[in-house]
Nanobody, 125 residues
């Protein structure tokens, strides 16, 4: 069973930075793309960023392009999300996501099959 554990959320001011991390366990890490989603209060969960298995292909939502950066460390089975120039509208629970067991070597944008429990990011104005 795949487990995803996020860390790094917190309360920051507009313009500040945060770094979120997600450690995966339960299966091989390298063949799978990884991603981040978020859910703001009263809104649906939305895609934020994805990275393919090799780390060479990355995909971002328009709302975070140029401010957020996704990366992965295959040796540590970790995917990270660097959040810069944070805005109050970035306030949300951020979830780490992974594709299904059969979806090996997928692109950086994939249907999520596994989710972490989430980490809260709150940006004050």
């Amino acid at each position: 069973q795949v487990q995803l554990v996020e860390s790094g959320g917190g309360l920051v001011q507009a313009g500040d930075s945060l770094r979120l991390s997600c450690v995966a366990s339960g299966r091989d890490f390298i063949p799978y793309a990884m991603g981040w989603f978020r859910q703001a209060p009263g809104k649906e969960r939305e895609f934020v960023a994805g990275i393919d298995w090799s780390g060479r292909s990355k995909n971002y939502a328009d709302s975070v392009l140029g401010r957020f950066s996704i990366s992965r460390d295959n040796a540590k089975k970790m995917v990270s999300l660097q959040l810069n120039s944070l805005k109050p509208e970035d306030t949300a629970v951020y979830y780490c996501a992974a594709p299904s067991d059969s979806a090996r070597f997928e692109s950086s944008r994939f249907p999520a099959a596994y989710w972490g429990k989430g980490t809260l990011v709150t940006v004050s104005s």
